[in-house]
């Protein structure tokens, strides 16, 4: 399974940004699988973010984030996206997608119930 993330760059505070993530793979079934959104800041833990079911019918958000983050899956494309509004300098980290091979009802929001991780697309918000 390879995860490629992309989108990120440089906002100033209150701006917004749409982070993607593709997946693929010769045996992955996108439409299988639970997919999330974690990140990382310098000396930092990774955290969770959102998280999305493999059918798309329930997502859930970390505090920090809910009300200006919303993800959203396209099964046509094999890509999750992550649309970040109203982003503020404590949302600059490295973002991270990964994919959960659980069928869960409820998205997971814990780092290692996640199988594959892409390789971080860095979002700097300055104030």
């Known amino acids: 399974v390879q995860l490629q993330a992309s989108g990120g760059g440089l906002v100033q505070s209150g701006g917004s940004l749409r982070l993607s993530c593709v997946a693929s793979?010769?045996?992955?079934?996108?439409?299988?699988?639970?997919m999330g959104w974690f990140r990382q800041a310098p000396g930092k833990e990774r955290e969770f973010v959102a998280a999305i079911t493999w059918s798309g019918g329930s997502t859930y958000y970390a505090d920090a984030v809910k009300g200006r983050f919303t993800i959203s899956r396209d099964y046509a494309k094999n890509t999750i996206y992550l649309q970040m509004n109203s982003l503020r300098p404590e949302d600059t980290a490295v973002y991270y997608c990964a994919v959960d091979f659980s069928r869960r009802r409820v998205p997971s929001t814990v780092v290692t119930e996640y199988d594959y991780w892409g390789q971080g697309t860095q979002v700097t918000v300055s104030s």
């Open positions: 793979g010769p045996t992955f079934d996108f439409s299988d699988y639970g």
